[in-house]
Nanobody, 119 residues
Framework: QLQVVESGGDLVQPGGSLRLSCTAS????????IGWFRQAPGKGHEAVSC????????IYADSVRGRFFISRDNAENRVYLQMDSLKVEDTAVYYC????????????WGQGTQVTVSS
């Protein structure tokens, strides 16, 4: 059974940094793309970033490009989302998903981790 669990969310001041982790279980991480989504209060899901399973390029939303960086450690079965220069508008619940490809449907969702950017 495909499962992913997010961690690393916290309260941080504007301009600060956080690193989110997505830990996979029940499947071989290197066979799947991993996407990060977020949902701010009162808004729908927004795709943030995706890292393909093999080859290809990582994908970033315009709103986070140059500030967020996605990486994977297949040996540890983890994908990381390094978030720098955080803004108040980055406040949201962040979810990771397992996908066959970055353009494909999500096959598993985590419970989310809360990121709050506030002074």
């Amino acid at each position: 059974q495909l499962q992913v669990v997010e961690s690393g969310g916290d309260l941080v001041q504007p301009g600060g940094s956080l690193r989110l982790s997505c830990t996979a279980s029940g499947f071989t991480l290197e066979d799947y793309a991993i996407g990060w989504f977020r949902q701010a209060p009162g808004k729908g899901h927004e795709a943030v970033s995706c890292i393909p399973n093999s080859g290809g390029s990582t994908i970033y939303a315009d709103s986070v490009r140059g500030r967020f960086f996605i990486s994977r450690d297949n040996a540890e079965n983890r994908v990381y989302l390094q978030m720098d220069s955080l803004k108040v508008e980055d406040t949201a619940v962040y979810y990771c998903t397992a996908k066959r490809s970055c353009l494909g449907s999500s096959l598993a969702w985590g419970q989310g981790t809360q990121v709050t950017v506030s002074s």
